[in-house]
């Protein structure tokens, strides 16, 4: 079983950064992808972005240009670098990864971003 550790959220104002993080508790080069969501509670869950392992990117097109992923394998963590960040960036951000070790999915317990003047 692979546990996900988030941290990183917190209230932010609008035009600011944060950088969340997704700790493993496997080896993080071994998933096929790290993944990250967000759901408010005004709106479905929704793709944010998607670090693939041979580093290939995706982006939401509403965060694209603005918000990064990244890993750093010697700490099996992934990272969610938000820059420029808009009020409608409000949410619970969670990670999720798959692990072709295990055939399965596994998500963070989430962490709050709140993005408010």
């Known amino acids: 079983q692979v546990q996900l550790v988030e941290s990183g959220g917190g209230l932010v104002q609008p035009g600011g950064s944060l950088t969340l993080s997704c700790a493993a508790s496997?080896?993080?080069?071994?998933?096929?992808?790290v993944s990250w969501y967000r759901q408010s509670p005004w709106k479905q869950r929704e793709f944010v972005a998607t670090l693939f392992r041979d580093r290939t990117t995706n982006y939401a097109d509403s965060v694209r240009g603005r918000f990064s992923v990244s890993r750093d394998d010697a700490k099996n963590t992934g990272y969610l670098q938000m820059n420029s960040l808009k009020s409608e960036d409000t949410a619970v951000y969670s990670c999720?990864?798959?692990?072709?070790?295990?055939?399965?999915?596994?998500w963070g317990q989430g962490t709050q971003v709140t993005v408010s003047s």
């Open positions: 496997e080896s993080i080069v071994d998933f096929t992808y």
């Open positions: 999720k990864v798959y692990s072709p070790t295990y055939n399965s999915y596994y």
